[in-house]
């Protein structure tokens, strides 16, 4: 359970997106930044340095994010650093689409694979999940090189590991 | 004792010789032998025939004087009263004295037999006390290198099981840090040859995963959800 900042935070994005109209574009935009911020330990460690300026922190995100990005993305992302929450952005971006996605009546399944899926690919998935655990989800792709091939999929605390990287650490396992 | 000795000398000495006549018995045979010899001079062997006759006639005569044991009447009156003076002086001054020299005498004598056996009672007490001591101490000092035995013995037997324990603790860790030592070793080169094995296998699987290999490991992901059921 996060807390309840974050789930603040993540009420007041919600909020915002809805209210701009443009709540999946939002949504989809914000993961994105979201695992890219993860995966870049520089854009990291300059969002979240409060030596730095706030102007040239926000500067830098209105450059990234420039013609990638609704002005609502944008502009609620530049909230977050500019409260010093940059380093709670990921968890907050989890909640928001947690939060996105329970107003539809849907859970969030994240699915971690070396490539993307295709549309047919994450259509076949969707209904797999719900044909599993019947839950209604929506998938959200993060690409992570590290699965190697396969897919491992986070459904709240249910995890569903299928990827080459766990057989290879079942190898390594029983080799000890 | 003494009083009775000088009323016998006094007796002796008063008494004086046994004749009637006043003369011994020697001179009175030597007067016969004289007489006999000038009345038969020259007939000797007749005459000492006469003589012995003669002899025994006269010395009957001498054997028939006054009795020498009964002295006579002045000696016995003079004597008499001597050992009377005597013993009148011996039995009102002698006689106490002695009888009070005597009686200290005893006195002393049993005093100092009481001095000894009050003495003798002392040191059979004293001896007594000693030999209780002495029988106390040899107790005390039995019991005492008893209790030292005691003790050493345990003492002894407490180091002994202390150093096998210790021995055997110390071998026992030895022995386990062997089995560690060789356990760790075993799994730091099963871990090295894994890693190495695994890192090899890594490379191979990501060269050989290309988009056809990774679409049909997805698909396969999805088949397995599928039929994975909860």
Known sequence: MADSPIVGYAEALFSVAEAEGNLSAVEDELFGFAQTFQANEELRSTLADASVPVARRLQLIEDLLDGKASA?????????????????LPSIVDAFVDRSAGSRNKAVATVRSAIDLTGEQRQRLTEAIKT??????????????????GAITEIGDDI????VRRRLNQLRESFR | MVASLVSLMSIVAFAGPASASGESIGACVAERFEEAEMLHDGHYHDWLEDVRNTVDDELEGCLDAPSPILPELTE??????????????????GFPA???AMDARSEKIRADLDAAEQAKTDAQTVQS???????DAKTESARIIEEARVTADQLRTDLSAQAEASIAEMREKAAADVEAQKAQAIADLRAEVSGIAL?????????SL???AQARLIDAYIDEVTGSNG
């Not at chain 2, 016995?76 to 001054?93: D, H, P, Q, S």
């Open chain 2, 210 to 212: 290309d988009a056809d």
């Open chain 2, 98 to 100: 002695v009888k009070g």
């Open chain 1, 132 to 149: 599993s655990t019947g839950k209604e989800v929506e998938v959200k792709v993060v690409i992570d090189p590290s699965v190697l091939g």
């Open chain 2, 199 to 207: 890192g090899a296998a890594e490379r191979v699987v990501q060269s």
């Open chain 2, 76 to 93: 016995i009156i003079w004597g008499g009263a001597a050992f009377l003076i005597l013993l009148v002086i011996m039995v009102k001054k």
């Open chain 1, 72 to 88: 609502t993305t944008a502009s609620l992302i530049s909230m977050v650093v500019s409260a010093g929450r940059a380093n709670d």
């Open chain 2, 129 to 135: 006390d000693y030999e209780a001591q002495l029988a």
């Open chain 1, 160 to 163: 569903i590991d299928g990827s």
